[in-house]
């Protein structure tokens, strides 16, 4: 059975990267170019009127943040995948953009196989980012691993999470799919999606890596004994 196209929007201001992402993005048969905003108000009707299943948004835009389509879409459109793509490589804008509800990050000199991978992989559940990106990550979780220590104990009481969340929960910290959790712990799709809302909700959480950060500055997760 053939697999259903993946819709995809783009909103940037520059319209040499629309043109070279477009060109990408319509050479893979596996996904259809929806359309284009150079902005926020823009790109916010065009998202909401689409309503297309990945979503690559800039955040420096002429009339205000990309962060702000990603807050507004993450929550009117959960069904809909957000991936940045940006100049900016900081972990200010990586953490602001995961935080309001990213679940990729990529940079704008990303070649074109890479950005249909990148989209493909998104749909199947995972976090793509570019290297530079993930370091900035892993150096974050480290610190907030090492920084936090008493806040932690204060916390862990707060959130009891049962041993099948923990596993899905180490599983996604190493990068997992969904459906890679669902073949390794042996359950259907649907069984993983119950365990990632529970798990979602007893974080206070929206995305995958948000859960992993959360997990690991209340102490529950330990980045370095994931097995």
Same mark, same amino acid.
């Given at each position: 059975?053939?697999?259903?196209?993946?819709?995809?929007?783009?909103?940037?201001?520059?319209?040499?990267?629309?043109?070279?992402?477009?060109?990408s993005?319509?050479?893979?048969?596996?996904?259809?170019?929806?359309?284009?905003?150079?902005?926020?108000?823009?790109?916010?009707?065009?998202v909401?009127?689409?309503?297309?299943?990945?979503?690559?948004?800039?955040?420096?835009?002429?009339?205000?943040?990309?962060?702000?389509?990603?807050?507004?879409?993450?929550?009117?459109?959960?069904?809909?995948?957000?991936?940045?793509?940006?100049?900016?490589g900081?972990?200010?804008?990586?953490?602001?953009?995961?935080?309001?509800?990213? $679940?990729?990050?990529?940079?704008?000199?990303?070649?074109?196989?890479?950005?249909?991978?990148?989209?493909i992989?998104?749909?199947?559940?995972?976090?793509?980012? $570019?290297?530079?990106?993930?370091?900035?990550?892993?150096?974050?979780?480290?610190?907030?691993? $090492?920084?936090?220590?008493?806040?932690?104990?204060?916390?862990?009481?707060?959130?009891?999470?049962?041993?099948?969340?923990?596993?899905?929960?180490?599983?996604?910290?190493?990068?997992?799919?969904?459906?890679?959790?669902?073949?390794?712990?042996?359950?259907? $799709?649907?069984?993983?999606?119950?365990?990632?809302?529970?798990?979602?909700?007893?974080?206070?959480?929206k995305?995958?890596?948000?859960?992993?950060?959360?997990?690991?500055?209340?102490?529950?997760?330990?980045?370095?004994?994931?097995?």
């Amino acid at each position: 059975m053939n697999r259903e196209k993946i819709t995809v929007v783009l909103v940037d201001d520059d319209p040499a990267v629309r043109q070279r992402f477009k060109a990408s993005i319509q050479k893979n048969p596996a996904l259809e170019w929806v359309g284009e905003a150079s902005g926020v108000k823009q790109g916010k009707e065009l998202v909401l009127s689409e309503c297309p299943r990945v979503l690559l948004v800039d955040l420096g835009l002429p009339d205000g943040s990309g962060l702000e389509i990603i807050d507004e879409i993450s929550q009117k459109l959960p069904a809909t995948e957000i991936m940045v793509v940006s100049m900016f490589g900081d972990e200010g804008h990586v953490i602001q953009a995961i935080e309001a509800g990213a $679940s990729g990050y990529i940079l704008k000199d990303t070649d074109e196989a890479s950005l249909a991978e990148h989209i493909i992989q998104l749909c199947d559940g995972g976090s793509p980012m $570019s290297p530079m990106i993930a370091r900035h990550l892993l150096k974050k979780m480290q610190g907030s691993d $090492s920084g936090h220590k008493q806040q932690n104990t204060e916390e862990q009481d707060t959130v009891a999470l049962t041993k099948r969340e923990m596993e899905l929960l180490k599983l996604l910290a190493r990068g997992y799919t969904y459906r890679e959790v669902a073949d390794d712990l042996k359950v259907s $799709s649907h069984t993983v999606n119950s365990h990632i809302k529970n798990l979602y909700r007893k974080l206070s959480v929206k995305t995958k890596n948000e859960a992993v950060f959360a997990a690991t500055r209340q102490g529950l997760l330990d980045m370095r004994n994931l097995s």
